[in-house]
């Protein structure tokens, strides 16, 4: 069973910076492509950013290139993503994801808030 915890959430101003960290349990981290997710209140969960099992494949959602960047560290089964330049709309609950063939496992989810 692999189990995610996510850190680094809280409070930040405009044009601040976060950095989300995502510890995997399990022995699955590195044979697994990852991702970043948010939930904003009251709309649906939409992936941030992807980076496949070596890290040689990143993609972003069109609202976050040029200031999010994910990267992952597979000696520590960490995920990471560096949020630089936040907006208000950057608010949300940010989750973690690991994914290997038909397994797909989630963190619980971590508030990022963003104030004007």
């Known amino acids: 069973q692999v189990q995610l915890v996510e850190s680094g959430g809280g409070l930040a101003q405009a044009g601040g910076s976060l950095r989300l960290s995502c510890a995997a349990s399990g022995r699955t981290f590195s044979t697994s492509g990852g991702g970043w997710y948010r939930q904003a209140s009251g709309k649906g969960r939409e992936r941030v950013a992807y980076?496949?099992?070596?890290?040689?494949?990143?993609a972003y959602a069109d609202s976050v290139k040029g200031r999010f960047t994910i990267s992952r560290d597979n000696a520590r089964n960490t995920l990471y993503l560096q949020m630089d330049s936040l907006k208000p709309e950057d608010t949300a609950i940010y989750y973690c994801n690991l994914f290997s063939g038909t397994a797909n496992y989630w963190g619980q989810g971590t508030q990022v808030t963003v104030s004007s």
């Open positions: 980076i496949s099992l070596s890290g040689g494949n990143i």
